[in-house]
């Protein structure tokens, strides 16, 4: 079964969203096999975007990430990181509330930084990311 790392944002987090968002994914059908509220280190944030490093915006990604606590989860389900994607929606919060409005991202998130929810975008992400947030005997 396939497996997907999402992280409720600190601006979700700090809004009380994170009960909401939780059980988006429990009623979808996805299984929780790990979870826990952290805080990322500057480091911690620079090393999970690493593919971001070159980009404009990943200054004031870090920034953001680290700006408050996070609720990080393992889900497992059918095809997971593309149906969590979808339940997501659009990186921009903004463009979500026109195209997706019943998406996490229209719901919760304000614009295309600040958006309410991390999802692996690939199985080979996923593979990357899991590992960088649980350790193995936190994945049950
Ligand atoms: N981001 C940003 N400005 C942009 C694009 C992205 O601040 O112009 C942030 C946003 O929080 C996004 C994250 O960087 O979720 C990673 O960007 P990516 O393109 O991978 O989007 P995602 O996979 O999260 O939809
Ligand atoms: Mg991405």
Sequence with gaps: MERTLVI???????KGATGKI????ISEGFQIRALKLLRLTREQAEGFYAVHR???FFG???????????????????????????????????????????????LFGTD??????????????ASYEIPFIFSQLEIV
């Design 8 to 14: 409720v944002k600190p601006d979700a987090f700090e």
């Design 22 to 25: 939780i059980d988006r994914f």
């Design 60 to 106: 004031e990604l870090v920034e953001f990430m680290t700006s408050g606590p996070v609720v990080a989860m393992v889900l497992e389900g059918q095809e997971a990181v593309k149906r969590v994607r979808e339940i997501i929606g659009p990186t921009d919060s903004e463009e979500a509330r026109r195209v997706a409005p019943d998406s996490l991202r229209a």
């Design 112 to 125: 295309k930084g600040r958006n309410a929810v991390h999802a692996s975008d690939s199985v080979e992400s």
């Design 54 to 56: 070159e980009r404009p």
